[in-house]
């Protein structure tokens, strides 16, 4: 039995991977490569890449995502962007790459429990404060399901989704 591994992904141009191998081929796409391995036959090897995801949520698509909730409102944050609603922070635009949703602290550990692949606990100090979301990696629909249960965290009693 033969076998082979990848050595290295890497981006051949944008939207498009490729694999390196042992032997230092280099594939894209749906492809076959022919390797000799351990000086036996030459063996083929089959890759299935699929192109890079865009960014899942941009930074605007994320400030959108925020304001449609009832009576949010934005407001700079030590130099930062926050989402508001009643006065109280419910997310706020770390980066371009990430936004940090406040729920209380079982909310952040069951988000990081269900959603490991883009979301990380953030502390403050000793305090746990909020669910750091990668942008790249969150669905838009998870990210207002975050950015709901945050403003109702949030929000006073007499507003309600």
Known sequence: MWNWRAVGLFQTKPGRLGVRTQAGCLREGAETAWRRVGGGPTVPLTFHIKPLARVAVSPDEARSLALSLPEAVEQDHH???SFRVGGRIFATLWSDERMNVMLDEAGIRTAVERWPAFCEE??????????????????PADLRELLEDAWEGKAPQRLSL
């Open 79 to 81: 130099g930062r962007p």
């Open 122 to 139: 953030v502390w403050w100090g000793k305090k746990l404060a909020a669910a750091g979301v990668s942008l790249a990696r969150v669905e």
